[in-house]
T-cell receptor, first 109, second 114 residues
């Protein structure tokens, strides 16, 4: 079967760095997305990785290792507004997205 | 309209009733999707449409139907609602189909079936 695993919840301190991991087992691989979802709101796109390595975009970076079925999202200089759920999604062989349950990130002052 | 709109925002529905959730996008995106989001589970694809006039079944299509008469609209119908269909429903769209592309989500419809 297809499976995306992420930690359910993480806590971090304002100004710090946090790494959210995602491991996946899917039928085929056609890229990995990270989305951010604030409580009661729609998911919004953060990043996309299709090749191994690190993609940096401001305070957010995303890493992919296809051989290990592993990705992480790195958030630097955490701000209170970063409190949200972070969703990992993998494109399978049919180019459909398989979604993880999301990681709820709590930022404390 | 800017982006994707969904209606209603929330609804309480008696079991057995018919309900249509509306979704409209003004970005001229080819592909549109319906997902449900339940606590502790990832987004699950109900139905999708690669282009106007075509639809396909996702992971959890039973009890739902869709139509795509034009580019902008993609309504989701529950023919006879059951309590297990209580969920938050998100409509999404992307520029291309048949290829991975960023999906843009509507604000969601919170549906409660009693």
């Amino acid at each position: 079967g297809q499976n995306i695993d992420q930690p359910t919840e993480m806590t971090a301190t304002e100004g710090a760095i946090v790494q959210i991991n995602c491991t996946y087992q899917t039928s085929g691989f056609n890229g990995l997305f990270w989305y951010q979802q604030h409580a009661g709101e729609a998911p919004t796109f953060l990043s996309y990785n299709v090749l191994d390595g690190l993609e940096e975009k401001g305070r957010f970076s995303s890493f992919l290792s296809r051989s290990k079925g592993y990705s992480y999202l790195l958030l630097k200089e955490l701000q209170m507004k970063d409190s949200a759920s972070y969703l990992c999604a993998v494109g399978d062989s049919n180019y459909q997205l398989i979604w993880g349950a999301g990681t709820k990130l709590i930022i404390k002052p | 309209i800017a982006g994707i709109t969904q209606a209603p925002t929330s609804q309480i529905l008696a079991a057995g009733r018919r309900m249509t959730l509306r979704c409209t996008q003004d970005m001229r995106h080819n592909a549109m999707y319906w997902y449900r989001q339940d606590l502790g589970l990832g987004l699950r694809l109900i139905h999708y449409s690669n282009t106007a006039g075509t639809t396909g079944k996702g992971e959890v299509p039973d009890g739902y139907s869709v139509s795509r008469a034009n580019t902008d609209d993609f309504p989701l119908t529950l023919a006879s609602a059951v309590p297990s269909q209580t969920s938050v429903y998100f409509c999404a769209s992307s520029v291309r189909a048949g290829d991975l592309d960023t999906q843009y989500f509507g604000p969601g419809t919170r549906l409660t079936v009693l």
